[in-house]
């Protein structure tokens, strides 16, 4: 049975990634701003694949940041603040893109976020941040 739910929740996190691949069209360019909007969606893509990555081995997998159980602990409140924080900017990043005049500067900057995020989130796979 703990197989079946595993096996569910891969089947889930992989539609979920192929419905943002079909929404974001990456392989789809703006005409004045080409470099920019493909680097902000490859970017949300490589962080999604690591947050949904994260998630799985979160809510099956034991050990890695075992102090996140302990709320006392201040890494703790590092790390809970800042997954916080990637689970809400780079999303709402990628859904408001559309309604900002300096775009170009903005799909940079996002990209960037993006891709902290991802290097954070693979650390925390890795267990090796802080």
Known sequence: MDSFIRLVFIASFLLLYLIAIIILKPARYHV???YSTMALKFSYLIYLAFFLIF???????QGGTPYLENPDDPRAIIHFSILL???IIPNTGIL???K????KEFNIIMSCVNLIFAF?????IEGTFI
């Open 120 to 124: 954070f989130l693979w650390k925390l």
């Open 32 to 34: 004045k701003r080409k």
């Open 55 to 61: 998630t799985y081995l979160f809510m099956f997998y």
């Open 85 to 87: 924080l990637a689970f």
């Open 96 to 98: 408001i893109r559309r």
């Open 100 to 103: 900002i005049k300096w775009r």
